[in-house]
Structures are given as C-alpha cells and as structure tokens.
C-alpha cells in the first residue's frame, strides 16, 4: 500500500517532461494516488500542451486532463466543476505554475513596467488563491485536504537574477499562511515547497542557471543540487495523512541552503 493510495488530486502545471509537476505526478502515482491534470489552454488550432500533458501522463492512468487558464477565474471555476463532476471529492491539489514577461524578469525590479509586474502577480500569486477558492468546496473536509504551491528561496531572501519573481514569491508565501489560516476551519491544510533550482522551462528564464547549480552544491550543507524527484516527495508528504498537522509550511526542499549566512563554503574562524 502507497502513501497516497485511495487519495484523489489535481496536478496543475505540467508543461513537459521536465516541469516539476511531472515529477510530482510521477511519485504520486506511484504512492498510489489517482490523479487529474490541467494544462494551458493552446492558442490557435495547435493542441501542443495538451499533447505533451497527454504524452507525459500517458502511463499515470489519469482521471482527468482538462485545460485551465489560471488567468481566468471563470476558466478555474469551470475547470473544478468538471473536476467534481468526473472525480468527486478531492483530496489534494498541486499548483506548480509561474510566469512573468522576460523582460520584466531580466531587468532589475525597480525598472519592471507596470503590467509585467501584475502579470507576474496574476499568475504566479493570485492564481494560487482563486485556485483555492474554487478547490475548497469540493475537497474533502474530513481534516485529509491538502493544496501544496511551488516557492523559491528568492521570495526570502535576494537571490541577484530572480527579480521580479522574488517579488512574487514572497507574496505567494504570504498568500499560503493567510490560506492556511482561513481553510484551517474547513480542516484543509495549505503549505508550500521551496525548492532549490531544477533545470525546466520557467527556470532557464532566471538568472544564469549553471552559477544557480554551482552555488547550491558548494554552499549548501548537504553539497549537492535536489532533483524535480526530492519535490516529488515532499509533496507525497504534505498530501499524505502523515502531513495532517502541518499546515501554512514553507518546507524547504534545497539540501538546507536557505539556513546559510554565507556562501561558497567560506568559514569564519
Ligand atoms: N525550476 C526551479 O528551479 C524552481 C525552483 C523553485 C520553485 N519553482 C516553481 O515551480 C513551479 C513550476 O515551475 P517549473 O520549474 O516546473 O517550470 P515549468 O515551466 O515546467 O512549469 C510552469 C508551468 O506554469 C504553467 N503556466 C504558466 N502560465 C499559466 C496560465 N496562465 N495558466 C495555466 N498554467 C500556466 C506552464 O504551462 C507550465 O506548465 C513554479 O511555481 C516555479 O516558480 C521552480
């Protein structure tokens, strides 16, 4: 018996093999839960997104594979009607979803224009909420619902290169402790993952990535870079009923880099 089996969930934000919500999937499943995907919505008539969701998915057995624009609220409220309709009651949901304009993300904070910031809050932050809003009512409320967000160190902390998206990271931490406190009445619990740098699509728009790789693995205790599958099994956990007291977590996923004071491995003796 899995550590998830006889739980039902949605995992939102596989773009391709690589995102970190496939690997998410992959360890769900394998942990025995039944599963329900979302992808962006394709423009035009080319069905590209869906494809990979469906090609990636493809051995997972899933329940459901639907498109949400996240930056619809009509889009999400219809996207869990379908769900409750063709799943029932849910368990968990895994919002593993981010976006800004790269060039509001290459250019220092204070020169992001005005509608590349709200973008970058609309989907990466917002997103996340009216996600929850329309998740909570068909979860199940029995104290085993658990909604799970993907952060980064740099909404913490100044990581130079993440920018704009630290910016948001810190409102989507936030966004999880006030969540948590409010589904708490309803027995859902709301946490995040910060995860040190997994090479994806979103990634390889921040910063220089192979500076990213060597810092983890020279300055964090453990010395070494995680991969999309540690993740994975954070979020097994937090979904899981071993998870069911840890509520409005920022649990760091990032082989301990974020208790760091220095970097490098330089030592003060
Ligand atoms: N890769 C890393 O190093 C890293 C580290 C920490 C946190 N994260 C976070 O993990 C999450 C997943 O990112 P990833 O690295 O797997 O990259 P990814 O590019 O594979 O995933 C991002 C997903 O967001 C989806 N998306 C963007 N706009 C959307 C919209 N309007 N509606 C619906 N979906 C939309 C994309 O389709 C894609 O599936 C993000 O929140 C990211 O910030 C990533």
Known sequence: MGLLTGKRGIIMGIANERSIATSVARLMHKEGAQLGFSYLPDVGDRNRNEQRVRDVTKDLNPSLIESCNVAEDSDIQRFFAIVQEQMGEIDFVIHSIAFAPTDDLKCPTYQA??????????????????????????????????????????????????????????????????????????????????????????????????????????????????????????????SSDYGKMTTGEILHVDGGYHIMGVSGGAEVK
């Open 113 to 238: 224009s005005r509608a590349g910031f709200l973008t970058a809050m609309d989907i990466s932050v917002y997103s996340f909420l009216a996600v929850a809003r329309y998740a909570a009512p068909i979860m199940k409320q029995d104290g085993t619902g658990s909604m799970t967000a993907m952060t980064y160190f740099g909404g913490e902390k100044v990581m130079p290169g993440y920018n704009l998206m630290g910016v948001a990271k810190a409102a989507l931490d936030t966004s999880v402790r006030y969540a948590a406190y409010e589904l708490g009445e309803k027995k859902i619990r709301v946490n995040a993952i910060s995860a040190g740098p997994v090479k994806t699509l979103a990634a390889s728009a921040v910063g220089d990535f192979k500076k990213m790789l060597t810092l983890y693995e020279t300055s964090s205790p453990l010395r070494s870079n995680i991969t999309a599958e540690d993740v994975g099994a954070a979020a097994a956990f937090l």
